[in-house]
């Protein structure tokens, strides 16, 4: 401003007199004395108290984590409370102890004044506010200002401890013991009424299916014992479960036997090729041990040269004993020869052959005698919940010496003995003999299945060691055992147990280096804190009446301060070292007196004269200005931090890109301080940002005053002369800024405050997960399922008895997984690969396809009801020769329904009447082939019909018929194959597109032997039977409720396709290496890759906070340049005094009230206006006004003037009104 008009209307001069003067009548009313607030020992003491308790909660948290193996489980929804809560928390605190940190350095000079007179540099130009805090502290530590050294070292430490915070806990996956977990038991044993001949798979099968079809034992059973199935309903599923539970184990106690034959003689036929058939024997043996003595034991298959080994497992009785408690398990493996006796050699045409009859000779030979037992136990069961029971693993079992009321021994051991026969179909023991020998054997099933379990395979004389014919009985006897004991004497009935559980989980598990460096800094902190509640003493902080730190009190400071005045008049524009050097030969101190409180100036005549000379000095060599000092961080470091930031948004949507594209940015260990890399610099540069955006916002806050009073306008008092914007919370400087339109203020302290929450959202940016790794291939299709044509009439094929036996496993439950290429009713395809890269594919991989399947899908007639023909009747004679159990017959019609192919409708179904032979009233059901007869060939696919319904009271309550139509149609398949075998896990089943399905034309559709046998024995033949006991079992009570028709289709057609998908699977399958179809796969490398993950919800709230401080930040920076505001920086008690030693005002500060008090200021000062700039003309202290205004202009000052418009209507110089008001 060139010319500042100092001329007041008389109506102005005399407001202000007269608030001068009320003012001075409440003089009286001094300050009790202030004290800065954060520095008071009740605040200190609150801070000793929260850092102890932090302390305590950390120790607390780190002995719940190393007993627990964590500190809780990792909740999706609780994901962010454990990574940004820690940090949040320290960050609030440590908001907190910045305001001591700013009061007790703020507060440092004046204390030094008032303890005693001190250099300025130890007083009136001390600043530890403005140098960063590292620096802050040697120059206290210099200047023996300990509680200052205390405060910014605990600054520093609080830094710290956010930056280790952000590492403090990690994700690591470990086991969790629980215990009293709660157990549902769902079954126990009984021995009333035994059912051991249940419907279902038997024992044998299960045997057959475990050995030679990968297949497993059923639930509650292992290869020695049945037990309780239990469950954790209330826990997760991949946890591994431990209870106590029943259990229940048969065995064979077998003694070593002697054997006495006395007579062995077989009569037979020698055909014309070789082969002798008995048809006489005569045997008179004894084979006795001292407890039982057994007579005449039939060796069967030992009928001379054709079986020279002869093995045999059958029961037999002792002598002289009765009923079942003699009846023993008899056990033999014996070589034998003939001894020629007699040989027709003339040729009998009756029987084909020659005559001949032969003595048998022993030529070695064991035997046992074993007495079946059984034993409660008490199981130690340990299962992983997520699979199914047929896989647990027993620790330990202990016997609890008692038995089922109504149950023998016995009963079990004739269960397990009958096994092994009646089986009419092909069981896969047949083609697997463990045995081998140079000549023929007869060795029965249960001791090649008891090879098999025992391990016992070879040469056929491995029998014949020491205990090694007891191992192999055993080992059959037990495993039989515990299936027949799971199938008979096991009742449903729920009851609850407890038991413990190991819980593989994701646990928030606490560091302990990051764990250890925070104690370590909590305690430093703590012992600052009490060296700042003891060395920032109260007593001497009362002596000042009201808080020094705005302009308003130090310009009251220095009107009461003459020689202080004196010494920095015309100082304004000098730039520090002219103010260090006029100011550097006297000590300052502080007291109050009847004028006020003010600064004493202590003086020695030489450094008064030292003195004189610096001040001409000074007027001689420097300038009337001096350029401004510009405070870090300058424009050109403000634009250089916001292309960083700018730049650091970029990265993060860079390696965000980068990590959803690659599963993570690269592979790290799990070694702890590699988890450091990731937590901890990513937080040390967000601090850093922090800092220079804090650097930003104390320059904007420290000058906010001054660049309102450098406007052209000014700023009343309200605006400039008692704002303190830097003793406060941001929340609190926000709100300030805003009520005094200070918006650059705003804009870099909401930036500041906005980077307190840039370590919080880092703590969360970057996880350790472990992920997999995709590679894209092809596969190659390698067959179709077109083998054979459905038209060729001279075509019989026979099926491979096998592939119905694997299906029977599957549906009747011995069987759990399904045979590669087939899933439930679907038959895949046989796929490649490239060969290299499936031989180095790692454990558990997988690939997910879409593949077109092939399935059933029969075309269905239903009847129900009163649509059936039916007739039921009792039955005849000649029906029960048959089965003499049966009671009725019931004569039903099956729907017709015509035959393949469909298209020239030649096809019909036979006139025919089924009839299912009933032995009681119940449910009944029936599936049976329907004759179907077509124009081109007779070899078409055979509809299926079945019944099923309910008789009570001698008439039917329910019946339904159904006639299917075989068919096959293809279906796009979603479908997960473990590679590199392809199979297909029950954790991930296939997904068929519907909307897919296309039907096959001229398909071949084999058919199984459970849909062409009719059942003579019972009211459910086997597919029924399956269909209400299996796998996939539905209530028997369906079959006679009209209500569940539906839900029994559904459960037909299902069954039904489980079978044909066997058949499909190995009789129709052809292959052709020349399809040249393809199908691209993206195959996932499940080989526990600790891949760094970068957080999308972090990076996109990291984002828009960066966004944020970088808007701010420039708008901030816009509205207030801090470049050029001031000479040097306002942080010491000088620079301010400096700028205020020649104003015109001072005069009004004499009554010494509290120059803080805004109200009164506005009242005092109403429709005046503050500048900052030179003003024409001396103080107004000064007595001789003609001889200022002979003056040249004064140096940079704050000056108070009227506003624009009483300017230009005053003419009155506005000093003598002030002196006259003064003096007078």
């Not at 002289?320 to 009998?348: C, P, Q, W």
């Not at 030292?610 to 000092?629: C, F, H, L, R, Y």
């Not at 704002?723 to 800024?737: A, R």
């Not at 393949?900 to 025919?912: H, M």
């Amino acid at each position: 401003m060139s010319k500042i008009i100092t001329l007041v209307q008389n109506s102005k001069l005399n407001s202000i007199s007269k608030g001068q003067k009320e003012w001075s009548q409440d003089s009286a009313r001094q300050s009790s004395g202030w004290r800065p607030f954060y520095l008071r020992r009740r605040i200190l003491f609150i801070f000793v108290i929260a850092f102890c308790g932090i302390i305590a909660v950390l120790e607390v948290l780190n002995h719940i984590s190393q007993v627990n193996y964590g500190i809780a489980s990792s909740v999706e929804g609780r994901h962010y409370l454990w990574t940004y809560g820690p940090t949040a928390i320290l960050t609030v605190v440590a908001a907190f102890w910045c305001r001591a940190e700013y009061q007790v350095k703020q507060h440092a000079p004046w204390q030094s004044m008032q303890e005693r007179p001190e250099v300025a540099e130890k007083s009136i130009l001390l600043d530890y506010i403005t140098p960063i805090q590292p620096f802050a502290v040697i120059k206290a530590l210099r200047n023996r200002h300990f509680a200052v050294a205390a405060g910014a070292t605990g600054s520093m430490l609080l830094t710290l401890l956010i930056i280790f915070s952000t590492g403090l806990f990690s994700l690591q996956k470990v086991g969790l013991q629980k215990d009293n977990v709660p157990i549902l038991l769902s079954n126990y044993f009984s021995g009333e009424n035994p059912t051991f001949d249940v419907e279902g798979a038997t024992p044998f099968d299960t045997l057959n299916s475990v050995l030679f079809e990968n297949g497993g034992y059923p639930e509650g059973t292992t290869a020695n014992i049945a037990f309780q199935r239990f469950s954790a309903p209330n826990i997760s599923s991949n946890a591994i479960v431990t209870t106590a539970i029943d259990g229940m184990k048969a065995q064979l106690g077998c003694e070593p036997a002697n054997i006495t034959i006395k007579n062995w003689e077989v009569e037979g036929v020698m055909a014309a090729d070789g082969s002798f058939t008995a048809t006489h024997q005569n045997m008179t043996n004894e084979i006795s041990t001292s407890s039982c003595k057994i007579e005449n034991f039939a060796l069967d298959g030992g009928y001379g040269a054709s079986f020279p080994y002869v093995g045999v497992f059958e029961q037999g009785q002792c002598v002289g004993s009765k009923e079942s408690d003699g009846m023993r398990v008899v056990v033999t493996i014996a070589k034998v020869h003939e001894s020629l006796v007699f040989s027709n050699h003339t040729y009998d045409d009756y029987n084909r052959g020659y005559q001949q009859k032969s003595d048998i000779v022993l030529d070695d030979s064991v035997q046992l005698i074993c007495k079946p037992t059984y034993s409660l136990l008490e199981v130690n069961a340990t299962n992983n919940a997520s699979v199914s029971l047929s896989n647990v693993h027993i620790k330990g079992t202990r016997s609890k010496n008692s038995t089922l009321l109504g149950l023998e021994a016995w009963d079990i051991a004739s269960s397990v003995l009958s096994g092994p026969k009646g089986h009419t179909i092909w069981r896969p023991i047949q083609d697997n003999n463990p045995f081998i020998a140079t000549k023929n054997m007869s060795v029965d099933y249960s001791l090649q299945i008891g090879a098999w379990l025992a391990g016992s395979t070879g040469n056929i004389d491995i029998l014949f060691q020491d205990d090694m014919l007891n191992r192999v009985a055993s080992a059959y006897y037990r495993t039989m055992a515990a299936q027949y004991i799971n199938n008979g004497l096991v009742r449903q009935r729920s009851s609850t147990t407890t038991g413990s559980a190991i819980i593989h989980e994701n646990r928030v598990v606490m560091a302990q280096l990051p764990l250890r460096a925070m104690e370590v800094c909590l305690a430093i902190i703590i012992l600052l804190a009490l060296v700042m509640i003891v060395l920032a003493s109260p007593t001497a902080t009362t002596s000042i009446p009201w808080n020094p730190n705005s302009i308003s009190a130090i310009a009251a400071i220095v009107f009461n301060s003459e020689a202080f005045r004196r010494s920095l008049s015309r100082t304004s524009a000098s730039p520090l070292h002219i103010l260090q050097s006029r100011l550097k030969m006297s000590r300052y101190c502080s007291r109050t007196c009847p004028e006020g409180f003010r600064i004493d100036t202590v003086d020695d005549e030489q450094s008064i004269n030292e003195q004189s000379d610096i001040i001409t000095t000074d007027k001689q060599s420097s300038p009337s200005s001096s350029a401004d000092s510009k405070p870090f961080p300058s424009l050109i470091f403000r634009v250089t931090i916001f292309a960083a930031v700018a730049l650091i948004i970029v990265i993060l949507e860079v390696l965000l890109h980068i990590s959803e594209t690659n599963d993570g940015l690269a592979n790290v260990t799990a070694n702890e301080y590699m988890h450091y890399l990731w937590t901890l610099l990513p937080s040390l540069l967000m601090e850093i940002i922090g800092l220079s955006f804090g650097s930003m916002s104390f320059n904007s806050r420290i000058l906010a005053p001054y660049a309102h009073l450098k406007r052209p306008s000014g700023a009343v008092f309200q605006e400039c002369m008692t704002v303190n914007f830097l003793d406060s919370l941001s929340v609190t400087t926000v709100v300030g800024s805003i009520r005094t339109r200070h918006f650059a203020v705003l804009a870099v302290t909401l930036a500041a405050f906005i980077t307190s929450f840039l370590s919080i959202v880092t703590s969360g940016l970057f996880n350790a997960v472990d992920t997999s790794q995709s590679i894209i291939t092809n596969f190659t299709r390698e067959d179709t399922f077109d083998r054979f044509g459905i038209w060729n009439s001279s075509l019989n094929p026979d099926l491979d008895a096998s592939n119905v036996i694997t299906a029977q496993y599957i549906i009747q439950g011995n069987r759990t997984s399904f045979p590669r290429w087939t899933y439930e009713t679907l038959v895949y395809p046989k796929l490649s690969m490239n060969s290299s890269l499936k031989a180095n594919l790692p454990e558990n991989s997988f690939v997910d396809l879409w593949v077109p399947t092939l399935r059933t899908a029969p075309s269905c007639l239903v009847q129900k009801g009163s649509e059936v023909n039916y007739t039921l009747q009792q039955a005849t004679d000649e029906q029960p020769a048959v089965n003499s159990k049966t009671s009725q017959v019931l004569y039903i019609d099956p729907p017709r329904i015509g035959c393949a192919p469909w298209s020239n409708g030649q096809g019909w179904l036979q006139d025919s009447r089924d009839l299912l032979q009933l032995e009681t009233e119940g449910y009944f059901g029936l599936a049976i082939l329907s004759p179907c007869y077509n124009a081109n060939s007779s070899g078409a696919n055979m509809p299926v019909s079945y019944f099923w319904g309910e008789v009570r009271n001698g008439s039917v309550t329910n019946v339904v018929a159904m006639t299917c139509a075989p068919a096959a149609e293809t279906v796009n398949t979603w479908t997960r194959f473990q590679l590199p075998d392809f199979d297909i896990s029950g954790e991930h089943p296939p997904v068929p597109d519907e909307s897919s399905a296309s039907q096959v034309k001229d398909q071949y559709i084999p058919y199984s032997p459970w849909s062409g046998t009719s059942s003579t024995a019972a009211n459910l033949d086997s597919f029924f039977q399956a269909l209400v006991s299996g796998r996939w079992a539905i209530p028997r009570d369906y079959l006679g409720d009209i209500g569940k028709v539906e839900n029994v289709i559904k459960a037909i057609k299902f069954q039904d396709g489980v079978m044909r998908a066997q058949e499909f699977n190995g009789m129709t399958r052809l292959s052709n290496d020349s399809l040249g179809v393809l199908f691209p796969g993206n195959i996932t490398l499940t080989n526990n890759r600790l891949r760094l993950i970068q957080d999308p919800t972090s990076t996109r709230i990291l984002d828009a906070l960066l966004a944020s401080i970088l808007i701010l930040g420039i708008l901030g920076s816009v509205l207030v340049n801090t470049d050029h505001i001031l000479p040097k920086s306002p942080s010491s008690i000088a620079a301010v005094a400096s700028l205020l030693a020649d104003s015109n005002f001072l005069d009004w500060y004499q009554s010494g009230e509290d120059p803080n008090d805004t109200s009164r200021g506005r009242k005092i000062f109403a429709g005046s206006r503050f500048f900052l700039g030179r003003q024409n003309g001396g103080s107004l202290s000064d007595a001789d006004s003609s001889s200022m205004r002979e003056k040249e202009d004064t140096d940079l000052t704050i000056y108070l003037a009227d506003s624009v418009e009483e300017k230009e209507s005053t003419s009155s110089p506005l000093m003598p009104w002030a002196l006259g008001e003064r003096n007078g």
